[in-house]
């Protein structure tokens, strides 16, 4: 076996081990500590944490979401963690772009082109429960989340809970 497939194997299982250590722990944390793309590490999680949807859903997704109120939108970099809370609006490709303008904060151009897999993750963030929806890159990095918002109490949205399991259902 090579030194790089050793290389590789060693850095899963010290993923592995950060995450029986710390299982609500960021994913992109654990990725970047041990040289991993992000979905490399979602992968790891117990089945049924992380279901994943075909790359052709994208529009189908994003649709379903615009009915959903206010999300919680986030861009995850190695320089910025950026949240920003608002409806997603309806979408439109063109000129190779899903192009999203409206009455919202969230807007701007995405490569959907890009996104190789979308994935409904279920799992625990810091002792909560957490339901996202992750859009990746062939590169295993995420493009971007959509959260499941919470209330004053810090629970999570009744009816959005409803809407995610309802959308996740469709690619189990």
């Known amino acids: ?29 654990v990725a970047r500590e041990h040289g991993l793309p992000p979905r490399e590490v979602l992968a790891m999680l117990p089945p049924g944490e992380a279901v994943s949807a075909p790359p052709a859903a994208f529009e189908a997704i994003w649709t379903d979401v615009t009915t959903w109120g206010e999300v919680l939108f986030i861009v995850n970099t190695p320089d910025i ?26 807007g701007g ?10 994935c409904f993750v279920d799992r625990k963030f810091h ?11 062939a590169a295993g990095e995420a493009m971007f989340k959509i959260f499941v918002r919470r209330d004053k109490a810090r629970d999570l949205m009744a009816d959005q809970v409803l809407r995610f399991e309802a959308l996740r259902t469709t690619y189990l």
């Open 109 to 118: 151009h995405i490569k959907a082109s890009n996104c190789q897999e979308i």
């Open 127 to 137: 002792g909560r429960r957490s339901l996202s929806i992750q859009f990746f890159n």
């Open 81 to 106: 963690v950026l949240e920003c809370h608002g409806p997603l609006v309806p979408g439109s490709s063109g000129h190779g772009w899903f192009n999203v303008h409206g009455d919202s904060p969230i």
């Open 1 to 29: 076996m090579s030194a790089q497939i050793i290389a590789f194997e060693d850095r899963l299982s010290a993923a592995r081990a950060a995450l029986a250590a710390k299982p609500d722990g960021v994913i992109e944390n």
